[in-house]
């Protein structure tokens, strides 16, 4: 009862991806998703073309199944999505901005587009653009966030804009029985991100997944505080220290935020200020609660650390119980 159009199109055997989710994402996760069946996603946007092309290719000694890549258009990505194309990569997400200039250039590769919209009117604008599919993405969904429309509604009215093009529904989704409601909006699969971070590939600190295991449905907030490095790019977090600290001093602009300019914590990426939009690694050192930890409103429901590949089967067997009881119950 999973199997979808989305299947198909993408060469996969479940209608669950994996959201791309910055510097979480990694060859490991994507990898694990993938070869559960799934469809994992790298977050490249900020690598450089040689890095874009190591994480391709170790990805690619780790499955032999599709995935994808996900672009952030605020920022400039010709280079990017040349190295992409070069590789084979079947399918390229871009977010944030208009994907109608790079969709010709994709589809000449051999590959598919998929586009994150935030209403109805963005997704036929997509869909005549030539995007193949859509991702809508609710205002529930962690990291950052463009529009203000809550998961269902949007998907609903995102599937009767564009006709038969596939929709992926996105914010929110951490259960089976999430994933059976957004196939029952019409939407063909499910793009997951805050569950994939209680994953054991998931590349973040191990700090990071004790508070998104503590959280309850209340723990979240939709804010543009974590701003350095992004400005003006609205996002969901958990509730963290920092901004309490903001809050508290009464909601000032930045430049004039209490802290800032603070070195939170070091790592790979080098030092982690407060208020920066980054995500902390595995070997970060430091204050990790008070950086910007990106989570979903789902995130309550999120209890356990598992395997990427026992959280497809989970949200796979789940789903595929709830939609078998309402079969049978409709039919009684």
């Known amino acids: 009862m999973m199997r979808t159009t989305i299947c198909d199109q993408l060469g996969i055997e479940v209608p669950i991806i994996q959201a ?3 510097g979480a994402s990694c060859p490991a996760l994507a990898a694990a998703v993938s070869n559960a069946g799934g469809l994992g996603m790298l977050a490249l946007s900020w690598h450089s073309p040689d890095g874009v092309r190591e994480e391709i290719r170790r990805t690619k000694m780790l499955t032999s199944r599709p995935f994808g890549v996900n672009l952030i258009l605020a920022f400039p990505q010709d280079e990017r ?31 598919l587009v998929a586009s994150t919209v935030s209403s109805a009117a963005e997704a036929r604008l997509a869909a005549r653009a030539g995007v193949d599919i859509l991702v809508a993405q609710g205002w529930e969904a962690g990291g950052h966030v463009r ?34 409601a957004i196939l029952a909006m019409g939407a063909s699969g499910a793009w997951v991100g805050t569950r994939f971070l209680a994953s054991e590939e998931a590349s973040v600190h191990p700090r990071y997944q004790e508070l998104l295991l503590a959280a309850d449905e209340t723990a979240t907030v939709h804010t543009s505080l974590f701003d350095i490095g992004w400005p003006d790019a609205p996002h969901r977090i958990l509730r963290n220290s920092t901004y309490e600290m903001w809050e508290a001093a009464g909601h000032p602009v930045t430049g004039a935020r209490p802290g800032e300019n603070e070195t939170l914590a070091t790592g790979s990426f080098g030092r982690m200020l407060r208020y920066s939009s980054t995500t902390p690694g595995p070997d970060a050192e430091g204050d990790i609660e008070g950086l910007s930890l990106w989570s979903g409103q789902g995130v309550g429901r999120v209890e356990t650390i ?3 590949a026992a959280i497809v089967r989970e949200l796979t067997e789940d789903c595929d119980r709830i939609l078998r009881d309402l079969a049978r119950s409709a039919a009684a």
């Open 81 to 111: 999505l040349a190295v992409c194309l070069e590789e084979g990569v079947p399918l390229i997400s871009f977010f944030w901005g208009d994907p109608a200039p790079f969709v010709e250039r994709v589809h000449e590769a051999g590959a």
């Open 306 to 308: 598992l395997p990427a």
């Open 20 to 22: 791309p989710m910055g």
């Open 147 to 180: 529009g203000e429309i809550a998961t269902l509604p949007l998907v609903r009215s995102v599937v009767e804009a564009v006709g038969s093009r596939p929709v992926l529904a996105a914010g929110g989704i951490v259960d089976g029985a999430g994933v059976a």
